[in-house]
C-alpha cells in the first residue's frame, strides 16, 4: 500500500487527494494542514468582507468529504522534509513517512517590513482566521489605513470602506495596481475608489506603525515625516511561498520549489504544486510561479495523477484572473506589464495574490492596442500578429473571445488596421473576428437560450 | 439579519452587454442548464449560497459539471450572483430543440420566476 503524504489543504492539496484517490482506492492519504478548517476558498475571502457571502460559506470541502475519500488530516506544520529518509519532520517532533510526498505548503502574506508590524490592529486578508479578525476590528475601528500595491490591497480597501471605516489608501506609486494596469485603467479604478469614499493617498509610503500604550494601532509615520492617525492598518503588500521545511534540504528551489511540467522535484518521490511552486513553463522556457487559484487546482490535478502512478504532463495555460473590485469588473490575461518599476528593492517586489509573475511581464517586441468607451476599456497587448495579454474593465463580452485568441495564438493580422485605429470598432471586429475563427474550436460557448 | 438584495449588476448581465436587470424568463428555457466554466471558478461558494433551494452549486460548478440536480428550478440566481462569470445557461446534452411542449414548459418556468423574483422585496 502506498503512502500519500501532501503537506497543505489548500486548492492544490485537496485537488491532489482528491485525484490520487480516484486512481488508488487503497493507498494511504495523509494531509497535514497548519490551519483548522476544512478547505477554503482563499479568493472568496474578498466576498466575505463586502458582505456577499457569510464566513463559513468560503469553506469547499466537508468534513465528510475527507472521511469519504479516507484522507486523514493531521493538524500541524512540517520542520522539515527529509527526502533521503522519505518522511518529513513536524514542528511538534512527530515524523511521518512517506512513498510519495506533496508540498502544497502555498504562500502568506508578507508581514509589513517596518517597525510596528505585529501590533494591534494590523490585519491581513490572507486566511479565514485572519479575516475574521479584520471584520472584528473592523468592528470598532473607525479609520483604517490599506497599504499594498496588488488585489489583496484593493479588496481590503474595499471590504473596510463597506463597513463605513474612513478607509484611506496609500499607494506609493502615482497609480494603482502598477504591474497590470496602465494609466488609465488606473484612473479608472480610483474613479470607483472614490465613489466609495476611499481616499487615495498617491506617492505615499509608511515608515512605521505606531502604537499607543496598550499595544494597539493609532496611526502610522510616513516617510515623509508626517504622523497619520488610524486605529487599523490593512497590510496587503503581497504573499511568499511557504518554503521553509525545504530550506537547507536537497530539494532544489528558487523563488520557489522548481518542478518539471510532472510536478516534480529534484528529489525523488517529491512533488510540489500550487503558490509554493515554481514550474517549468514550455511557453517561456523558465520556472515561473502563479498565485492564482485556477493554476494551483490544475497542477494540483496533475500531480495527483502522477503520483498515483500516471503520467500527466501539466501544460500551463495562459495566466487569466478575473476579479470584481468596487463593482468594477476586471479580466486580466496573458502578459500585460504594467507601469511597475524593475529596480525596485526586491522586498517591494512580492506577487500579490491572484497575480503571475506574466502578468507583470510583456513580449520582448510589442505594440498595443487600445478601446474606451466611459468605464468600459479593453487593452491588447500584441507580439507580432499574435496576441500576448488582454486586460477587459467593465463591460466583460470580449474577455472570453480574446483569452481564446490568446490561448490558441491565433493569427489576428486581419485585425492590423482596426487595432491601429483602436476604439469601438476595433472591439466590434475582435469579436467578429473571433466569431469566424470558432471553427477552431471555442473555450466555451456563453450563448443564452432565447426563448 | 436579512440579506439586502443584490444592488449591482452580475457579471454575466456584463459579459452580455444587458445593462437593465436581466430578465431570466427570456434566459430559462427547457433545455437550458446552469453550465460553469470551471476556469473561472475559485470555489468560493457565492453560487450556492444565492441557490433558493439549497443545491450545493460550488461542487458542480468547480469539476466542471452542469447543474444537473432534480431540484434545480432555473431561476438563474447563481448565474447573476457569480463574481467571477462562471455559470452560464448552457444547453443541456442531448436536448430536442424546442417543441410546443418545450414552450409550454418555459411558460411554467416563467410563473416560477415570476414568483422567485418576487421574493425578499
Known sequence: MTH??????GAAGATAAEEIRQYDAHG?????????HPMYSRPGLAYVIIDEIPEHQVIARTPEWYARQHVQVVHGAAAKVEPSLHRVRL?????????????ATGARAVPLPYAGANLDGVVYLDTLDGTKELLRKAKRAKRAVVVGGGITALEMTEGLAHH??????????????????NKTESELLAERMTEHGVKIHYNTEVAEVIGDKRGRVKGVKLTRGEFFP??????????KPQLDCVRDTSIKMDRGILVNEYLEASDPDVYAAGDCAQIWDRWTKKHTMDVLWPTAIAAGHAAGINMAGGRQAYLKGIPFNACLLFGLHITAIGQLGGTRDETEPEIFQHISRGSSEIFATRPHAYSSAWSQE????????LSGD????ALVVGEQSLADPLRDLIEKQVDVHPLRPYLQEGGPAMAHAVMDYWKQTQGQGAVSQPVPEAR | MPREQKKRPGFFQKLFGTTETTDLRTLAAHDSVVTPDPIRCVQCGVCGYNCPVGIPVRDYACRGKIVDHPDCVQCGQCIEACPRGT?????????????????????????????????GS
Request: glycine fraction near 10%.
Open chain 1, 4 to 9: 500519500y503524504l501532501i503537506l497543505g489543504n
Open chain 1, 28 to 36: 494511504q492519504i495523509t494531509m497535514v494542514s497548519a490551519e483548522r
Open chain 1, 91 to 103: 514542528v511538534d517532533g512527530h515524523s511521518l513517512p512517506y512513498d510519495r510526498l506533496l508540498i
Open chain 1, 164 to 181: 463605513k471605516l474612513d478607509t484611506h489608501y496609500f499607494v506609493r506609486k502615482d497609480a494603482l495596481w502598477s504591474a497590470v494596469f
Open chain 1, 230 to 239: 488610524c486605529d487599523l492598518v490593512g497590510a496587503g503588500i503581497g504573499v
Open chain 1, 374 to 381: 466611459g468605464v468600459n476599456t479593453v487593452r491588447l497587448v
Open chain 1, 386 to 389: 499574435r496576441l500576448a495579454g
Open chain 2, 87 to 119: 455559470l452560464r445557461w448552457g444547453k443541456r446534452p442531448g436536448a430536442r430543440p424546442n417543441g410546443p411542449a418545450a414552450t409550454e414548459y418555459a411558460e411554467v418556468m416563467n410563473l416560477l420566476a415570476e414568483t422567485s423574483s418576487g421574493k
